[in-house]
């Protein structure tokens, strides 16, 4: 968009860059220790998250209990890796020898818009009108975007209210214009006169 005529303070919303651990079972390995993926998912929920207790009840307030590893037993990969797993023999078994952990960038903020996800492209249009803008920079994404499956463009802002007063006045013009003709028609009692009437319009127009 920057290369489009007009386009000032182009910004692209940042998606990606916060930083995530990745957890995935190894199915054959569990099954190894006869340790089912329901259990493993529970240490990850005890030692990543938090597990609910019970509730405290202080005068009209309620507070849920919760319980966690410590910082130091979850706060990098090799420390969740060392959380132990209790197989069918009653033998700890490492989480790290159950799953696959590592680390990886994912987005800081999931944003929706109508239950689908988004990212927003904003900018400002300065020296030319927003309509001839808008078609100019769709052309540009259609000769140098290929859209995945499932993903499209959608121009919002001013544009959008542009396009949205355009479709109510298609509407209401016509409306106000056959009124207008009924009352003239009420007027003169004629439809040749209420014609001439409108008819007069569009030159006076010109004027």
């Keep these: 968009m920057r290369s489009v005529p007009g ?3 182009v910004y692209p919303e940042q998606i990606s860059g916060a930083p995530y651990i990745d957890i995935k079972i190894n199915r054959t390995a569990a099954a190894r220790y006869g340790i089912d993926e329901r259990m493993i998912n529970d240490a990850i929920e005890k030692g990543v998250g938090e597990t609910n207790l019970s509730v405290t009840i202080e005068g009209r307030r309620r507070f849920p209990i919760r319980v966690r590893y410590a910082p130091q037993f979850r706060g990098s990969p ?4 060392r959380i132990p797993v209790m197989s069918a023999a009653g033998a700890p078994i490492p989480l790290s020898q159950l799953t696959e952990i590592t680390e990886v960038q994912g987005p800081t903020m999931i944003s929706s818009e109508n239950g689908l996800l988004r990212g927003t492209v904003l900018l400002n249009v300065r020296g030319r009108d927003v309509g001839s803008f808008v078609e100019e920079g769709k052309n540009v994404i259609a000769r140098q975007i290929q859209m995945p499956a499932g993903y499209y463009v959608e121009w919002s802002g ?3 209210n542009q396009q949205r007063a355009r479709s109510r006045l298609l509407l209401v013009v ?3 214009l ?3 003709f009924a009352l003239l028609y009420i007027t003169y009692h004629s439809a040749l006169e209420a014609a001439h ?4 319009v ?3 127009l010109t004027g």
């Design 7 to 9: 386009a000032k303070d």
């Design 78 to 81: 090799q420390a969740l890796g």
């Design 158 to 160: 001013e544009y959008e």
């Design 174 to 176: 016509p409306m106000v």
């Design 178 to 180: 056959i009124v207008i």
């Design 197 to 200: 009437v409108l008819l007069a």
């Design 202 to 204: 569009p030159f006076a």
